[in-house]
């Protein structure tokens, strides 16, 4: 990884500004309009075909459905996701309705579309968003039991973050996004 690095300027404020946090603020809340438009973000994401291949389980603390989700949290994640004000299980359906493919290429890719709008609208609403993959996929699938054709793909905790970004934050260099693919593992 690179060494720490100041964006440069001319990047979005909330682009140059997103980090994911390893803290909430457990006293935050996420209320239903603040929801709205954290879902109406993800909504308006491109898919191919306009296909929106992605479905979203929310939990907030208090709530039932938070009561499902917790327990299936890994304890790396648990020490920090559990004081989020909201909990997204993400989900993609890989296959097009109004075709013979059986398998879409492009679900997952869209998902993390739709994922990354609604980082961005977080982040301009004060709220702070931590993708994540570490939790039991298969006891969590077991739990919410999603239709045929749906599948969890990972979470990400949502709420006020309870401390800045790492002063460690690094970033690869574009030099090296550009070549990564063809050069030699080091």
Do not use: C
């Amino acid at each position: 990884m690179d060494h720490p690095q100041e964006p440069p300027s001319g990047i979005h404020p909330l682009l140059a500004g997103r980090f994911s946090p390893y803290r909430f603020d457990p006293s935050a809340a996420v209320d239903d309009h603040a929801l709205g438009l954290l879902l109406e973000a993800a909504r308006w994401a491109p898919s191919a075909g306009n296909s929106q291949p992605w479905g979203f389980f929310i939990a907030r603390p208090g709530e039932p459905e938070h009561d499902r989700v917790l327990p299936h949290l890994a304890p790396s994640s648990a020490r920090w996701a559990t004081d989020a004000s909201l909990l997204v299980v993400t989900l993609t359906r890989r296959y097009v309705d109004t075709s013979q493919l059986l398998y879409s290429e492009f679900a997952d890719y869209d998902l993390g579309q739709a994922i990354a709008h609604m980082t961005v609208q977080a982040q301009a609403m004060g709220l702070a968003a931590h993708q994540f993959r570490a939790f039991d996929l298969e006891g969590l699938t077991k739990e919410l039991d999603p239709n045929p054709g749906w599948v969890i793909v990972s979470m990400v905790a949502v709420g006020k973050a309870a401390d800045g970004p790492s002063e460690l934050r690094g970033r690869r260099s574009v030099a090296h996004l550009r070549s990564a693919p063809w050069t030699p593992d080091e």
